[in-house]
């Protein structure tokens, strides 16, 4: 594995006292820096860090008020950057994630291959049998979802926040309009997908601990799709009309517009003739088929245009760096700590 680039961890902490230390020291000695990021953990979580970890890599960062996975995540990795990191890997502090594949993780983005990765818990079919069912057809279902909302067809398990990102692809986002809680990991890969940023996943296996979920799947089923449609939305104006017009755009154009008009004109000549207690005729029924039939190839085409168009471009190369201010003057961060402060 290639050094030239300094790579950086960034660990988001929240209720995690009991597992963010052996997390910490489990990190590998290619990381050059370490980053903690306490979301005002009302356990303490980096206090603990810093009073029991003795590692000169590791910095502390507390926040002032829960700002989320996302909001703890980008406020770390804007840190890291500060600090001369090129690679910025995000693993979680409750222990699901194995740190002795961060080099697998990074290696894609070292040797310029990639711009972002993602772990993968479903290439190897053995690893389902460590999964939960719930969480197999929760994680299914979103992967869907997540194809059609960023664009990257041949992406699965959306949800697994072990990733990398390179610093220059990162300054290329609006970080402010990333959401920082639930979403984070799908907004990511929307954005992404909006700079034509090159994603590459990477197998790994799935670790579960006894670690409870705060979240209601019940109660996010509506957030998520309405949150996946209007990105949806976004991202179809953005690649076929704003920045470009292909045969792409007329096929969505022509599709929907026939498939509206199908379903329209065949539900206002079902209620018609119903009412008059005869049947359709015969040339009516036919027309009303064939706007549907051949919308629905219109959009059949459009799909398969879509998922040949993905990202497949490394950009990072091309891209000038990108400076914040540093975090100790961001009002949201109540101090800076380091280990045995």
């Not at 594995?1 to 006292?17: N, T, Y």
């Not at 840190?79 to 693993?91: E, F, P, S, Y």
């Not at 993905?310 to 760096?321: A, G, T």
Request: one cysteine or more; proline letters at 6%.
């Amino acid at each position: 594995m290639k050094r030239e680039s300094k790579m950086a961890v960034v660990i988001p902490c929240f209720r995690v006292s009991r597992q963010i230390v052996s997390v910490v020291n489990s990190i590998p000695a290619i990381v050059d820096i370490i980053v903690v990021v306490d979301d005002a953990c009302p356990e303490g979580s980096g206090k603990l860090v810093a009073e029991k970890i003795q590692d000169p890599r590791v910095q502390v960062l507390r926040l002032k008020k829960n700002l989320g996975v996302g909001g703890a995540v980008l406020t770390g990795m804007r840190h890291a950057v500060q600090c001369g990191a090129d690679i910025l890997v995000k693993i979680d502090g409750d222990g699901q994630h194995d740190a002795n594949y961060i080099p697998f993780l990074v290696e894609p983005i070292m040797q310029g291959k990639a711009d972002y990765t993602k772990g993968n818990r479903f290439y190897r079919l053995e690893n389902l049998n460590k999964m939960p069912g719930v969480r197999i057809a929760g994680n299914a279902g979103l992967s869907f979802l997540s194809k059609l909302s960023s664009g990257y067809w041949n992406l699965m398990d959306p949800t697994n926040g072990f990733v990398a990102i390179h610093a220059r692809v990162l300054g290329q986002l609006p970080l402010e309009k990333i959401s920082q809680r639930y979403f984070f990991e799908s907004d990511m890969l929307f954005r992404l997908g909006t700079i034509r940023a090159k994603v590459t996943q990477v197998p790994m296996p799935a670790i579960y601990g006894d670690e409870v979920s705060g979240i209601n799947p019940a109660h996010l089923l509506w957030p998520m799709i309405k949150w996946h449609g209007t990105s949806l939305g976004k991202r179809f104006f953005y690649n076929y009309f704003l920045r470009g017009f292909s045969l792409a755009s007329l096929y969505l154009i022509s599709g929907i517009i026939l498939l509206i008009l199908g379903g329209v004109f065949g539900l206002g000549y079902w209620h018609h003739y119903a009412s008059l207690g005869v049947n359709a005729p015969t040339g009516t029924v036919m027309l009303v088929v064939l706007m549907i039939i051949v919308g629905m190839n219109f959009l059949f085409n459009f799909l398969s245009y879509d998922m040949a168009s993905e990202p497949r471009e490394v950009i990072h190369s091309f891209l000038p760096p990108t400076f914040w201010k540093p975090e100790h003057n961001n009002p949201d961060i109540l101090e800076f700590l380091t280990p045995n402060e």
